[in-house]
Antibody, heavy 120, light 113 residues
Framework: QVTLKESGPGILQPSQTLSLTCTFS??????????VGWIRQPSGKGLEWLAN???????YYNPSLKNRLTISKDTSNNQAFLKITNVDTADTATYYC????????????WGQGTLVTVSS | DVVLTQTPSTLSATIGQSVSISCRSS???????????LYWYLQRPGQSPQLLIY???NLGSGVPNRFSGSGSGTDFTLKISGVEAEDLGVYYC??????????FGSGTKLEIK
């Protein structure tokens, strides 16, 4: 059974760094073709893709935020991470992580999401 | 970036009615290897999105066969043949052909009359 769960700070102040953790089970990020992606959704709005990391440590970022994003993984502990630097109120959103199992399984499983609020 | 335009933005249907949602891309989603990376997701109220269709027309695991996807190039369609109450929510198309970035459509909200 594949599960993913996001965790984050809940609330942080502008200019701080947002650190998110995706803890998953039911698959391994050391397996060929596997990956984890991060997607966010402001309240009442649409989905925005942020970044993907693959089993071979290949990483892809949304160019609109690339300079602020860092994705990484801890294969031994079944976790993936996303850092966003210099946050502002526009980064307030629910952040999801989702499993990638090749291009036939792109975001086939999602976590429940974690709400992050940026406020002074 | 590839822009995906979904129409309509809102759809109202009765139970049992068949409906279609269009997703048009600003450029062809066919890559040089002959693959088309177009996906459909459903986000039910208060829930995370779920994968319905992958690679244009393949049904996701556990997805009822009343859902179907079709299309090619720049024009794609999600069809629900016989809407059920549990189908309400927001439908998103997403492309991964011209990535990064992966891009999503703006969504189509399905309401049940």
């Amino acid at each position: 059974q594949v599960t993913l769960k996001e965790s984050g700070p809940g609330i942080l102040q502008p200019s701080q760094t947002l650190s998110l953790t995706c803890t998953f089970s039911g698959f391994s990020l050391s397996t060929y073709g596997m990956g984890v992606g991060w997607i966010r959704q402001p309240s009442g709005k649409g989905l925005e893709w942020l970044a993907n990391i693959w089993w071979d440590d290949d990483k892809y970022y949304n160019p609109s935020l690339k300079n602020r994003l860092t994705i990484s993984k801890d294969t031994s502990n079944n976790q993936a991470f996303l850092k966003i630097t210099n946050v502002d109120t526009a980064d307030t959103a629910t952040y999801y992580c989702a499993r990638i199992a090749g291009y036939g399984g792109l975001f086939a499983y999602w976590g429940q999401g974690t709400l992050v609020t940026v406020s002074s | 970036d590839v822009v995906l335009t979904q129409t309509p933005s809102t759809l109202s249907a009765t139970i049992g009615q068949s409906v279609s949602i269009s997703c048009r891309s600003s450029q062809s989603l066919l890559d040089s290897a002959g693959n088309t990376y177009l996906y459909w997701y459903l986000q039910r109220p208060g829930q995370s999105p779920q994968l319905l269709i992958y690679l244009v027309s393949n049904l996701g695991s556990g997805v009822p066969n009343r859902f179907s996807g079709s299309g090619s190039g720049t024009d794609f369609t999600l069809k629900i043949s016989g809407v059920e109450a549990e189908d309400l929510g927001v439908y998103y198309c997403m492309q991964a052909t011209h990535a990064p970035p992966l891009t999503f459509g703006s969504g189509t909200k399905l309401e049940i009359k």
